[in-house]
């Protein structure tokens, strides 16, 4: 099974999870755009299911299959919500996530959930958080480079990603800018969560500490299921 596989049977395991009446959570990125694609298979079979996407792009998604989609307006609170990860701690299943630019969406999701399933290939779980991959911060535009130096001095390593084929910041879904922050393998993940929130200019940050109840790895040769 190449990534793409993995990818795919972790989504369809969390796909399945989903019963009749749910307000269902849809996460961004590559791994989810499979669970949202099976999700509308089984709507187009009959499931009956309201989603709340973390994105424009996963709205896009989920209409393009058949998904009807609810708000917070309507529903406040989200049975289940399937989203990827950039990294997940094995001890803790504390996770970095955003690299797709909806770490904001995606933390009010979360956060609304009863059920908060990750679905990640073998690549995710590392033994520390920060080992792999840098953790996004998503910043208001004024002054973001006034933000950015005051990360910097809180040792991280920062960067401005830019859309590939344009070459602009990136900006969010919310209007935001993005800040890849490398703090390297991070020992306290809460202290680390709680420093960045206290920053000024900082909306929210990429580091998910005790909030999946389930992750779904998918191997070469299955899926399996850890909680914490
Ligand atoms: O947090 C995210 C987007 O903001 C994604 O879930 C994360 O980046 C994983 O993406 P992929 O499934 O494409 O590897």
Redesign the pocket.
């Known amino acids: 099974m190449n990534v793409d596989d993995c990818?795919r049977a972790a989504a369809h395991y969390a796909a399945s999870l989903v019963k009749p009446g749910m307000v269902v959570g849809l996460?961004?990125?590559?791994?989810?755009a499979f669970m949202i694609e099976r999700l509308g298979e089984r709507v187009a079979e009959g499931l009956d299911i309201l989603a709340i996407p973390t994105s424009e792009e996963s709205a896009a998604l989920a209409r393009a299959a058949g998904i009807k989609i609810t708000t917070f307006a309507e529903h406040s609170v989200v049975d289940i919500t399937i989203?990827?990860?950039?990294e997940v701690e094995r001890k803790t299943l504390h996770l970095i996530?955003?690299?797709?630019?909806?770490?904001l969406r995606?933390k009010i999701v979360a956060q609304a959930s009863r059920r908060f399933v990750v679905i990640v290939d073998a690549t995710k779980p590392v033994n520390q958080l920060g080992e792999r991959v840098p953790v996004p911060v998503e910043v208001v535009p004024f002054g973001y480079e006034a933000t950015a130096a005051r990360l910097e001095a809180m040792g991280a390593k920062v960067i401005c990603p830019r859309r590939k084929l344009t070459g602009e910041l990136l900006t969010t879904d919310n209007g935001n800018r993005i800040l890849d922050c490398s703090f390297g393998p991070i020992e306290d993940v809460q202290a680390l969560a709680a420093r960045l929130d206290g920053i000024v200019g900082v909306v929210e940050h990429g580091l998910f500490p005790n909030m999946a109840t389930d992750v779904l790895v998918a191997t070469e040769r299955e899926v399996e299921q850890w909680t914490p």
């Open positions: 990818k996460g961004t990125g590559s791994t989810a989203d990827g990860a950039d996530k955003g690299l797709g630019a909806a770490l995606e």
